[in-house]
């Protein structure tokens, strides 16, 4: 690496000094972070039943009682990379019936929509070292309604809304404690921590609070290099022994009061009716304080779980503030409190702040919230994910034999996953683990902060310890074979041109590495999904989960397949990534020149199996609707168009790159129509292929599925307001399907699919699938990039109506800028005040301690924009982060 210009440059903001220290490996800065999960429980990884249910087997009531395998949770906690030494805030009110030390939500089976998170916690600031933290936590003064969130919820059904904790009425009259948690690293391994809390109600109210600090059991599984670990009081010092690959480490706290100790051991009394083998059990706090159970703590004051117990009564308005430190031993001589500790808090909120600035300078006061709470939720959501596949599998020493038909399972197949590693989440509580497609879009929203990370990202799921061997990447936990959208080029490229644009950077390192690993990847898709040979790509699952009218996973039951036409336009759009990449490389080394060829080739071949009959007889693009649609192919070999318009016949617009004409020049293979003149020749429809393929406009070829006709008719529906453009963004399914269904029937299945803008009423892929309607960030992302490089070729010789049948007549750069604007609009108060993603919330909408506060939901209504599904998603809905940073340089788009 050549030295980075932020370790001599003065004006340089310290966060940035701080992250090339970390990336040169000069400290770790990485070490502590923001990582501990949020639920580990209901988890495949933590399932060992016999029936492989793991929302059961391990259900929320358990989590306060069992150890778990491999990992831990918390409330807006952290960890070390390692997740070996936990840190997290538990809460009483004195009412509750469980001592509050994560955020609970219903498990999948017991949502009308799936799993639901309930607590409400925000990730207001972050920065890419965790040198300064920041979480908000609602926290109740009545009894939290566990009982009754269950019941309501498991009695609507899924044409109803979700029952949320606000509809209970337990925030009326602001009977609420506001939490913030705090945290400033003064080194590496020296992190400040400061709880403030607000008494929000017109009462006093009395809290309890448990800072706790523990270990993780990495001893009870019977393994000779792991050896019991535990904590002691030294004066009125907390101090751990020496941890494995972190050494010791001390925690003070400046508020007095008592330490109580238990032990990190599954309470086998409680959850099995069997004696404990241990005297102090996890949920030992909750048993001593809820339950007035004496024995629960260890007298001795020692343990693998402590915590310091605060009790206070706060009078309405009243801020209460409790100051830690927690560091390594060996920096714990000098004063851990005083003038010095609220210094360095203020000078790490500032430095996060002038970060922030020279990241995106000169935003608007409201996209600047937006933009910081959407790369703080980003940051918060990276957590500690462990998982080896083949100790699950195989059991560990200490414990039962797992069941042996998980070796006969999808699961079993992947014996070679061992996952240890900081890992984005595309929802830190309601999908605490790995999803591929979703990565790729977080590592694109980490590149504008924090390229190193995003790199990492992009990469980490084609390691060697996470691949199958036959080069497949696991899609997530619940399904590590499905297929997902292959994007993993696109990402990788983006975050390159991002760096290298925002850091003058061009790690060609990076991208020649990342290559290696796609061409395996490239050809276990070839040999994978396109099962008959024509080129046509099924797929199945395609990220798209339920937006076909069949389950597209699967055969009809009379042998009937689908030929999924995005399946074939995602491949096509990886083969011009790919080709890309090898453009890029070339540059400098001449010998990825017959990569290019070879890209160029797949393409061409891709782009004519989507648009002529060929040797199938039949096209995915309809003429009649001008419109690319599924087509179900029958055993007899006759066929018919699935014509619901939606997404899958939009991702054909990905596929699209251009190339000037010194690339050509300087790879002759671009030039399509000259260097595949003998394609062209043999083929049945040269006429076709000549008029569309390889284009020239402005010294400039265009490569694309979509032919410059096929483009305006297809822009037609996209923005037509009664079909796919919203206030908000495009939908994933035209409207047109909300007044009229579309019906078909094929032998004896017979399905409807109807426009659906919020939560789906179809029970299809668990009930946690919603693509019939609603606006998703990442697709609408996808798109008005694709717009951008029909607009960078076509300039202002291709406008369209904007919306449709208005009169107003854009380009498609200009387009692309409305949909940004639209996007962002999601977020933004508008000119009532309303933000539209908080729905007809009046507390949401209205109280200036509420209002200003960003969730980031998974996808949103499609008529009115309220934000739906999980509401920590700042993987991918982060995107809007990106979106603000090009508004930002292009303010005032027409239109």
């Keep these: 690496m050549p030295p980075d210009p932020a370790f001599t440059n003065t004006s340089t903001p310290s966060e940035l000094r701080r992250i090339a220290e970390r990336d040169y490996e000069q400290k770790p800065w990485a070490l502590w972070g923001s990582y501990l999960p949020e639920r580990q429980w209901g988890t495949v990884r933590e399932d060992y039943s016999a029936d492989g249910d793991a929302w059961r087997s391990f259900p929320h009531d358990h989590a306060r009682s069992r150890t778990y395998r491999w990992g831990e949770d918390g409330l807006l906690g952290i960890c070390d990379e390692q997740c070996r ?27 009308n929509h799936g799993e639901d998170i309930k607590d409400y916690y925000y990730h207001l600031a972050n920065t890419p070292t965790h040198s300064f933290m920041r979480g908000l936590y609602k926290y109740p003064q009545a009894a939290f309604p566990y009982e009754q969130l269950v019941e309501e919820n498991s009695r609507r059904g899924r044409d109803q809304d979700e029952y949320e904790l606000v509809d209970t009425g337990i925030f009326d009259q602001g009977r609420y404690f506001d939490v913030w948690i705090e945290y400033a690293k003064a080194s590496p391994t020296d992190l400040l921590i400061r709880i403030k809390v607000v008494n929000r109600g017109s009462d006093p109210a009395p809290l309890t609070l448990l800072p706790t600090l523990w270990l993780r059991n990495t001893w009870g599984w019977g393994y000779p290099d792991e050896s019991p670990q535990s904590m002691q009081l030294e004066g009125d010092r907390l101090v751990t022994g020496d941890i494995p690959h972190l050494g010791a480490y001390v925690m003070e706290c400046e508020q007095p009061g008592p330490w109580l100790f238990t032990d990190n051991e599954t309470n086998q009394q409680r959850l099995y009716g069997q004696a404990n083998p241990t005297p102090y059990q996890k949920d030992g706090f909750h048993r001593y304080l809820i339950e007035g159970e004496s024995g629960a703590i260890n007298p001795s004051q020692c343990g693998s779980k402590a915590a310091r117990q605060l009790q206070h009564t706060l009078q309405p308005g009243e801020e209460w503030q409790v100051n830690l430190r927690l560091r390594s031993a060996d920096q714990a001589s000098h004063s851990a409190f005083g003038h010095a500790f609220a210094d360095l808090f203020a000078e790490r909120e500032a430095e996060w702040s002038s970060f922030m600035d020279h990241t995106v300078p000169n935003l608007p006061a409201d996209d600047r919230l937006i933009h910081n709470s959407a790369v703080a939720g980003l940051l918060w959501c990276k957590k500690y994910y462990g998982w080896s596949v083949l100790r699950w599998l195989e059991g560990d020493p200490t414990k039962p034999t797992p069941p042996a038909n998980r070796w006969h399972t999808e699961t079993g197949q992947w014996s070679r996953l061992h996952a240890h590693d900081v890992i984005s989440m595309p929802d830190a509580w309601e999908y605490p683990y790995f999803c591929q497609w979703d990565l790729m879009f977080h590592a694109v929203s980490f590149a504008i902060v924090d390229p190193e990370t995003a790199k990492q990202q992009c990469t980490l799921l084609r390691s060697p310890h996470y691949t199958a061997p036959n080069a497949q990447t696991p899609a997530y936990e619940w399904a590590l074979s499905d297929p997902n959208p292959p994007i993993g080029a696109w990402s990788a490229l983006r975050v390159f041109q991002i760096e290298r ?29 396109d099962r008959s040979g024509d080129n046509v790509f099924e797929g199945g699952f395609l990220g798209l989960d339920n937006i076909g009218v069949f389950d597209r996973r699967f055969p009809l039951a009379d042998g009937s397949r689908i030929e999924q036409c995005d399946g074939t336009a995602w491949m096509a759009t990886l083969s011009l ?11 400098e080394e001449p010998e990825y020149a017959d990569l290019c060829e070879r890209f160029v080739h797949d393409f061409v071949q891709l782009a004519i199996t989507l648009n002529t009959p060929g040797q199938r007889g039949y096209v995915n693009w309809d003429e009649q609707d001008g419109f690319y649609y599924d087509v179900i192919k029958r055993p007899d070999g006759s066929t018919d168009y699935l014509r619901t318009r939606s997404l899958t016949g939009l991702i054909p617009l990905l596929a699209v790159a251009s190339f000037d004409v010194e690339t050509v020049s300087r790879l002759p293979a671009l030039d399509v129509l000259k260097s595949m003149s003998w394609f062209v020749h043999e083929r049945t429809t040269p006429t076709w292929l000549a008029t569309n393929l390889g284009q020239w406009r402005d010294d400039r070829i265009l490569f694309t599925l979509v032919p410059e006709d096929r483009l305006r008719r297809i822009c037609e529906r ?66 008005i990039e694709s717009l951008q490089k029909f607009a960078h070729f076509y300039g202002d010789s291709f406008k369209v109506e904007f919306p449709t049948r208005s009169g107003n007549w854009l380009n498609l750069w200009d387009v692309s800028l409305q949909l940004e604007h639209r996007l962002v609009n999601l977020f933004r108060r508008d000119a009532s005040g309303r933000r539209p993603f908080n729905g007809d919330v009046p507390l949401f909408q209205n109280d200036p301690h509420w209002r200003d506060l960003i969730q980031f939901n998974e996808y949103f209504h499609g008529d009115n924009g309220r934000g739906i599904g999980a509401s920590h998603q700042t993987g991918w809905t982060a995107m809007v982060a990106k979106m603000i940073n090009q508004l930002n340089c292009y303010p005032n788009p027409t239109g």
Aim: glycine letters at 10%; proline letters at 7%.
């Design 85 to 111: 030494l936990c840190f997290s805030l538990a809460l009483w009110n004195g009412q509750d019936p469980i001592l509050k030390e994560r955020p609970f939500g219903l498990g999948n089976p017991e949502g």
């Design 501 to 529: 644009k925002h850091y003058d950077r061009a790690d060609l390192g990076f991208l020649r590495s990342v290559l290696r690993k796609l061409l395996l990847e490239y050809g276990w898709w070839a040999n994978r999904n």
């Design 577 to 587: 990534n790919l080709l890309t990449i090898a453009v890029e490389l070339s540059v």
């Design 718 to 783: 996209l923005f037509d307001e009664d079909e796919f453009l919203s206030p908000y963004g495009l939908r994933a399914l035209s409207k047109v399907y909300g007044d009229q269904p579309y019906h078909f029937t094929e032998g004896g299945d017979h399905e409807m699919l109807a426009y659906s803008p919020g939560d789906s009423p179809v029970a299809m892929f668990g009930g946690n699938s919603n693509w019939r309607g609603p606006i998703w960030m990442p697709t609408n992302f996808l798109i």
